[in-house]
């Protein structure tokens, strides 16, 4: 099967918010929250990826890592919201994830504290919520 091109470029990113707990111990599980949200200019064609990470401990949730990031991404051709490839909405969470996770493990590091390396998740199941949670600016 020949690979084609996707159409659409990560044009740029930023971590607008982020905040770090370091009270967690190496005994509990780590749980990981994504929420998805995503805005679209269907006259220039640009998709801002909003999402909102959480990452918390224990029973009760204590928060461990809560981040922010917004990114940017370019269709090479304007298109209306309905026209957006399926494949977008999974592709987009996946392509960003890779560089919250380096963040979160260098900040972590940098800060003197164990360094926390998010683990490689499946994110294809937030398509469905990124798609719900996108308006037309």
């Known amino acids: 099967m020949k690979a084609s091109k996707a ?9 607008t918010r982020f905040s770090f707990n370091e009270n967690a111990t190496d005994a509990e599980a780590i749980t990981v929250k994504f929420e998805p949200a995503g805005k679209y200019n269907p006259n220039t064609g640009i998709f801002i990826l909003s999402s909102n990470f959480q990452a918390s401990y224990g029973e009760k949730e204590t928060e461990l890592i809560s981040a922010t990031m917004e990114s940017h991404f370019k269709f ?3 298109v209306q919201q309905t026209e957006i490839p399926e494949y ?10 890779p560089y919250l996770r380096a963040f979160v493990s260098t900040l972590t590091s940098v800060a003197n504290a164990k360094p926390l ?3 490689v998740m ?13 308006t037309i600016i």
């Open 7 to 15: 159409g659409f470029n990560l044009d740029h990113y930023k971590i």
């Open 76 to 78: 090479e051709m304007p």
């Open 88 to 97: 977008f909405y999974r592709n987009s969470i996946a392509i960003v994830f």
């Open 117 to 119: 390396i998010l683990p």
């Open 122 to 134: 499946n994110l294809s199941a937030l398509d469905e919520p990124l798609r719900l949670n996108t």
